[in-house]
């Protein structure tokens, strides 16, 4: 059953940075695009990132772009996204989604990431 | 302000039928694949229903997908307490470069 397990979020203060981990299972990873989606408090979801299967394409929402930084590492099996420059408004749950080319079909159980001072 | 627009709540009682609109534009559902995805509470997101219409292996036929133009909506009959939840409409947006979301639609069984 293909597994995406996120790791990294925390409690951080506002103007800092956050490194966010995805570990993927029992697919190849290398073969498919990934987002990442985050769910603020109360708000719905909001796409934040994609990147391409062999990372060489990247887009980001307007409310990241220059900020966050989405990468992977293809022999590990590993999304990542860097965060940089945080704000109170970054508050969420972090999904990291695989998208089928149809949908995201695939998500992981998110992990929190809590800007604060 | 989201680029898809859902209406924020529909109800119905047990065993009733409820539908969800989401209404677009060329760049997203009019050129691109649609998606409905449900979300519990306290849980990840799953797919409901891609490419418009079509439903992924073990999603019930109770769940129906259709599409028009730059439109889209969600039905789901014989509604169960089950099935309260926040549903969302999504597509790629080629203008955007963007995957974009609908606000959500809360579903109450009454």
């Known amino acids: 059953e293909v597994q995406l397990v996120e790791s990294g979020g925390d409690l951080v203060q506002p103007g800092g940075s956050l490194r966010l981990s995805c570990s993927a299972s029992e697919f190849t990873f290398s073969s498919y695009e990934m987002f990442w989606v985050r769910q603020a408090p109360g708000k719905g979801l909001e796409w934040i990132s994609y990147v391409s299967g062999g990372g060489e394409t990247t887009y980001y929402a307007d409310a990241v772009k220059g900020r966050f930084i989405v990468s992977r590492d293809n022999s590990m099996k590993s999304l990542f996204l860097q965060m940089n420059s945080l704000r109170v408004e970054d508050t969420a749950i972090y999904y990291c989604a695989r998208d089928n080319g149809y949908a995201i079909d695939y998500w992981g159980q998110g992990t929190l990431v809590t800007v604060s001072s | 302000q989201s680029v898809l627009t859902q209406p924020p709540s529909v109800s119905a009682a047990p065993g009733q039928k409820v539908t969800i609109s989401c209404s677009g534009g060329s760049s997203n559902i009019g050129n691109n694949y649609v998606s409905w995805y449900q979300h519990l509470p306290g849980a990840a997101p799953n797919l409901l229903i891609y490419?418009?219409?079509k439903r992924p292996s073990g999603i019930p036929h109770r769940f129906s997908g259709s599409k028009s133009g730059t439109s889209a909506s969600l039905g789901i009959t014989g509604l169960q307490t089950g099935d309260e939840a926040v549903y969302y409409c999504g597509a790629w947006d080629s203008s955007l470069n963007a995957y974009v979301f609908g606000s959500g639609t809360e579903v109450t069984v009454l």
């Open positions: 490419d418009g219409d």
